[in-house]
């Protein structure tokens, strides 16, 4: 088969663990007999620096002619420090997700039996953790009216919802949940909210639709709580924008790291994949970054978006394989022990396929 991967590398580190991700893709296609064109594309802050906007036309063209998109990371402090840029890398990134119909986050949070101790919480209350987030993208506070008024002195966001968003994704929530314990939980805040209530009736009224499923319906403080308590107790939870940002960020540490945590974004367009962290600026260039979360979204892109089961499969035991053996950078190995660089990772991995 062959592939066309629209690949935007972005900020900080991101050129460092996409270039390992590429690596491990290219050996996967020798391996299993495809080809596989990548298109490197601008955006964030070195797309702003470039032609001036964070997501320029060209790259979106190059993204809605792919297959899939290959994404790193967005951002830079010379943008996180000036609350009055007009103009900053996390826009592109929010206009992306709107022109390519981005609009369900797809989040797996998930334990590696090698690095269970690695988690800040208790081994037995994480031991068999494995859900997944489905986070509305493209709604929500992030998209509705903002501004300032009064002379600058109130500023205000608008949490705007219509029925069919909520529709489109818990659809997928509960296709998800299908073909997993068949348990879902709808994340809310319908006892203040009006968008949230908006939510849950409407949740409610497609479960008909699905009766093998079974659906809980929690507040999203609720949900932060029992999810460093009991993360195992959940499977398939949705939520709409805000709330799954902060939730995706909290379930991450779970696992240990958030540098093993993959994710993709699906829609109306092209499917986009990419590791959970963020750009991680401090590091850039230093070669130390680990780049197992934007391998694992690579492994997510063969089995979602091309259907290659048993390809992803071969990344994520090589994964594995690195974690028992202790291949890993900095952030993952003990005091005493050894740890590699980023593109010493990535080359054991394309060795060991």
């Not at 709409?240 to 974004?265: H, Y």
Request: charged letters at 25%.
């Amino acid at each position: 088969m062959k592939f066309n991967i629209a690949l935007l590398a972005g900020d900080g580190i991101g050129p460092e663990v996409i270039n390992e991700a590429v690596k491990v893709s290219d050996a996967i296609a020798k391996k299993f007999n495809h080809e596989i064109n990548w298109t490197p594309a601008l955006t964030g802050a070195c797309a702003i620096d470039a032609v001036g906007v964070p997501y320029p036309d060209e790259t979106h063209e190059i993204c809605m002619a792919a297959d899939a998109v290959l994404f790193g990371a967005i951002g830079h402090p010379k943008y996180d420090n000036d609350p009055s840029a007009p103009v900053r890398p996390e826009q592109g990134l929010l206009l992306m997700r709107k022109k390519l119909g981005l609009f369900a986050n797809v989040r797996p949070t998930f334990t590696f039996p090698s690095l269970i101790d690695n988690s800040p919480l208790k081994r037995e209350r994480i031991e068999g953790t494995d859900l997944i987030f489905l986070r509305e993208l493209t709604g929500g506070i992030y998209f509705g009216e903002k501004g300032r008024k009064d002379d600058g002195e109130t500023a205000y966001d608008t949490c705007t919802y219509t029925r069919a968003e909520v529709q489109r994704l818990a659809k997928k929530g509960f296709e998800l949940a299908m073909t997993r314990t068949k348990k879902l939980c709808c994340v809310d805040k319908a006892n203040v909210m009006e968008t949230s209530r908006l939510w849950r009736e409407t949740v409610q009224a497609m479960e008909k639709d699905y009766p093998e499923v079974t659906v809980s319906y929690e507040f999203v403080d609720a949900v932060a709580m029992r999810l460093v308590q009991w993360p195992n107790s959940y499977d398939v939870l949705i939520t709409e924008n805000l709330f799954g940002d902060i939730l995706t960020d909290e379930a991450s540490v779970i696992s240990g790291s958030m540098g093993l945590m993959p994710s993709a974004s699906v829609g109306e367009h092209t499917s986009l994949y990419e590791p959970i962290h963020g750009s991680y600026p401090q590091a850039t260039g230093l070669n130390i970054a680990n780049p197992l979360a934007t391998v694992l979204s690579a492994a997510m892109m063969f089995e979602d978006a091309f259907g290659l089961k048993e390809e992803a499969e071969a990344i994520r035991t090589v994964v594995n394989k690195s974690l028992e053996q202790g291949i890993v950078t900095e952030d993952l190995a003990g005091k005493d022990a050894k740890s590699y660089k980023t593109s010493e990772v990535g080359d054991w991995l394309v060795a060991n396929l």
